[in-house]
């Protein structure tokens, strides 16, 4: 059983995910602690009422972004975790959390990486006209929303799509396969080698797709 640290900065719903898919089985796999930048995060109050174990290491108090880097770096450490998830965690990582921690993070992206790194992926999207739009989940490097790709999922772009619409169904998605990429880590299927992502120990060429 894989031991799963959560980094949360919000609502907590691919946490929400996450946990239903340690409790149907389908992830082999326990989350020891889930940790917040954010004293006010609503995903800390559902971990807690899961009885999973919390941590908040509050940004707005923290001396300067080294201190929270480290304090954050001897949270996370304290639960031993085989595998970091960020869920919606507001906060960018430098180059030496992740190398200490490398091969053992990732992330959920709402955009179809390489396309739309950063912020604000919803509007962007809309304004330059895609038919098309979607998420991504990916181990995570220095390199921002850069790390090799493990899965995919795609949405079509509707003409009366606003941020929001087109949010909620990228939402879904996020929901399904990230449990799934987690899943497959957990089973051992998966992991990072080489700055590449490798599936079943061979190099994984293109990033798996789970539209339904």
């Given at each position: 059983m894989?031991r799963i640290?959560?980094?949360v900065s919000g609502r907590?719903?691919?946490?929400q995910a996450?946990?239903?898919?340690?409790e149907?089985?389908?992830i082999?796999?326990?989350?020891?602690?889930?940790?917040?930048?954010?004293?006010d995060?609503?995903?800390?109050?559902k971990?807690?009422y899961?009885?999973?174990?919390t941590?908040?290491?509050d940004?707005k108090?923290?001396?300067?972004?080294?201190h929270?880097?480290?304090t954050l770096?001897?949270?996370?450490?304290?639960?031993q975790?085989?595998?970091?998830l960020?869920?919606?965690?507001?906060?960018?990582l430098s180059?030496?959390?992740v190398?200490f921690?490398?091969g053992?993070?990732?992330n959920?992206?709402?955009?179809?990486?390489?396309?739309?790194k950063g912020?604000?992926?919803h509007?962007?999207?809309?304004?330059a006209?895609?038919?098309?739009?979607?998420?991504?989940v990916?181990f995570?490097t220095?390199e921002?929303d850069?790390?090799?790709l493990i899965a995919?999922?795609?949405v079509?772009?509707?003409?009366d799509?606003?941020?929001q619409?087109l949010a909620?169904?990228?939402?879904?998605?996020?929901h399904?396969?990230?449990p799934?990429?987690?899943?497959?880590?957990c089973?051992d299927?998966?992991?990072?080698?080489g700055?590449?992502?490798?599936?079943d120990?061979?190099?994984l060429?293109?990033?798996?797709h789970?539209?339904?």
């Amino acid at each position: 059983m894989k031991r799963i640290v959560v980094l949360v900065s919000g609502r907590g719903s691919n946490l929400q995910a996450l946990i239903a898919g340690v409790e149907t089985g389908s992830i082999s796999g326990k989350i020891v602690g889930v940790i917040s930048d954010r004293t006010d995060a609503v995903a800390i109050e559902k971990a807690k009422y899961e009885k999973i174990a919390t941590s908040v290491v509050d940004a707005k108090t923290t001396r300067s972004h080294n201190h929270f880097e480290t304090t954050l770096m001897n949270a996370v450490q304290q639960y031993q975790p085989d595998l970091i998830l960020l869920a919606g965690f507001m906060r960018i990582l430098s180059a030496q959390f992740v190398k200490f921690f490398a091969g053992s993070i990732m992330n959920i992206h709402p955009s179809l990486l390489p396309a739309y790194k950063g912020l604000n992926t919803h509007r962007r999207v809309l304004a330059a006209g895609e038919k098309a739009h979607g998420c991504s989940v990916h181990f995570v490097t220095s390199e921002l929303d850069g790390g090799p790709l493990i899965a995919q999922a795609r949405v079509s772009v509707k003409a009366d799509d606003t941020p929001q619409t087109l949010a909620q169904r990228v939402l879904l998605e996020e929901h399904r396969i990230y449990p799934y990429a987690v899943a497959l880590f957990c089973a051992d299927r998966i992991k990072m080698d080489g700055g590449e992502c490798l599936l079943d120990d061979k190099v994984l060429e293109q990033p798996l797709h789970l539209n339904q």
